[in-house]
């Protein structure tokens, strides 16, 4: 079976669930937004959520294609440098990537894009990259 994502970056992201920064890291970006607007289900889901990391992970590690491109590393970039679209680039997207760099992650609503899809996008560029 694949590893595409990380339990340890999970439970990470966990700390700042309210936010529902795991969830959209292993792909369920309804309940991350849910998260992300109501606290974490003011706070009851979040702590549930300590219990179900470990299932969240194996059903994206088997939801996912593995490849060149890392989840963990891309869920990163588009974290912390998104704005500058580094993430985009570390993909090979780098017309877009270059567009985020010049207008602040296409004023924002790019990079709130990028958090409902990103699984997605890397998914599609591994199973690119294998052919």
């Known amino acids: 079976m694949q590893d595409t994502h990380s339990k340890l970056i999970g439970y990470l992201l966990w700390i700042f669930g309210f936010t529902g920064a795991h969830r959209f890291y292993y792909g369920k970006p309804v309940t991350g937004t849910i998260w992300f607007l109501t606290l974490g289900l003011l706070g009851i889901g979040w702590l549930i959520d300590l219990f ?38 570390y993909m090979g997207k780098w017309l877009t990537g270059i567009l985020y760099l010049c207008t602040f992650g296409f004023f924002l609503i790019g990079i709130l894009v990028d958090f409902w899809t990103l699984n997605d996008q890397v998914s599609i560029r591994n199973a690119e990259n294998r052919r």
Do not use: K
Request: proline share 3%; net charge negative.
């Open 52 to 89: 179900l990391i470990p299932s969240m992970d194996r059903e994206a590690d088997i939801r996912f294609q593995s490849g060149d491109v890392d989840y963990t590393v891309a869920w990163l970039l588009l974290t912390f440098l998104g704005v500058f679209g580094v993430h985009r680039m």
